[in-house]
């Protein structure tokens, strides 16, 4: 069983940072990617970075030069640093897990609150 919990989320003045952190639990193993996606009101899911267990991260070009994803050694936790924030940042941040078959796993979301 794969649980994956997301704390950090909270309310942010513009220029401001925050860290968010996804603990993951159970079938570590089986990942080959973590991520964080984030869903705005009224606006679809979208990818916000991803880190590849070998290595590589990808970000939305909206994010990139103020976004860092990170991860420990063993996947047991992804960490997603946030500096100038913006108030389109707004939304729900969801972490996400990637097993090597494609099986997609996610956490419950955490707001992140951006006043301008």
């Known amino acids: 069983q794969v649980q994956l919990v997301e704390s950090g989320g909270g309310l942010v003045e513009a220029g401001g940072s925050l860290t968010l952190t996804c603990a993951a639990s159970?079938?570590?193993?089986?990942?080959?990617?973590m991520g964080w996606y984030r869903q705005a009101p009224g606006k679809e899911r979208e990818l916000v970075a991803a880190?590849?267990?070998?290595?590589?991260?990808n970000y939305a070009d909206s994010v990139k030069g103020r976004f860092t994803i990170s991860s420990d050694n063993a996947y047991n936790a992804v960490y997603l640093q946030m500096n100038v924030l913006k108030p389109e940042d707004t939304a729900v941040y969801y972490c996400?897990?990637?097993?090597?078959?494609?099986?997609?796993?996610w956490g419950r979301g955490t707001q992140v609150t951006v006043s301008s």
């Open positions: 880190i590849f267990r070998r290595g590589p991260t």
């Open positions: 996400n897990a990637r097993s090597y078959t494609r099986v997609e796993y």
């Open positions: 159970g079938s570590i193993d089986s990942f080959n990617a």
